[in-house]
C-alpha cells in the first residue's frame, strides 16, 4: 500500500522558508514521478513541482521557480520541497502527490504566509 505522509507546514512571514517533507512508502519500483501540489479553496489544485525518482529530473510551475527547489534522498524515500521567499500567495494546502500506477495523494499539511 503506497502511503505518502507531508510534514513541515506552519505559519512564516513573507520573505521567509520553510521546509516540507514527505515519506513515501510502498512503492515496488523507482518508476514514478513525486511532487508537490497545492491547493487553495475555491481554485484549481496547481502542481508545483515534481521529481523523477529514476532520474531525478525536476519540473516547476512558473509560480514557484527560482524560489522553490524539490529533493530527494532515495535512501530514505523522502521528498523535500525547499520554499523561500515566500509570498502570502503561496497560502495553501500542501499536497504530496505520487503518479505511479495511479495517482496517490497525502492528507497534505498547511502552508501559511503572512504579509
Known amino acids: 500500500e503506497v502511503q505518502l505522509v507531508e510534514s513541515g507546514g506552519g505559519l512564516v512571514q513573507a520573505g521567509g522558508s520553510l521546509r516540507l517533507s514527505c515519506a513515501a512508502s510502498g512503492f515496488t519500483d523507482d518508476d514514478y514521478a513525486i511532487g508537490w501540489v497545492r491547493q487553495v479553496p475555491g481554485k484549481e489544485p496547481e502542481g508545483i513541482s515534481f521529481i523523477t525518482y529514476s532520474d531525478g529530473s525536476t519540473e516547476y510551475a512558473d509560480s514557484v521557480k527560482g524560489r522553490f527547489t524539490i529533493s530527494s534522498d532515495n535512501s530514505k524515500k523522502m521528498v523535500y520541497l525547499q520554499m523561500n521567499s515566500l509570498k502570502p500567495e503561496d497560502t495553501a494546502v500542501y499536497h504530496c502527490?505520487?503518479?505511479?500506477?495511479?495517482?496517490?495523494w497525502g492528507q497534505g499539511t498547511q502552508v501559511i504566509v503572512s504579509a
Open positions: 502527490n505520487a503518479r505511479w500506477l495511479m495517482n496517490y
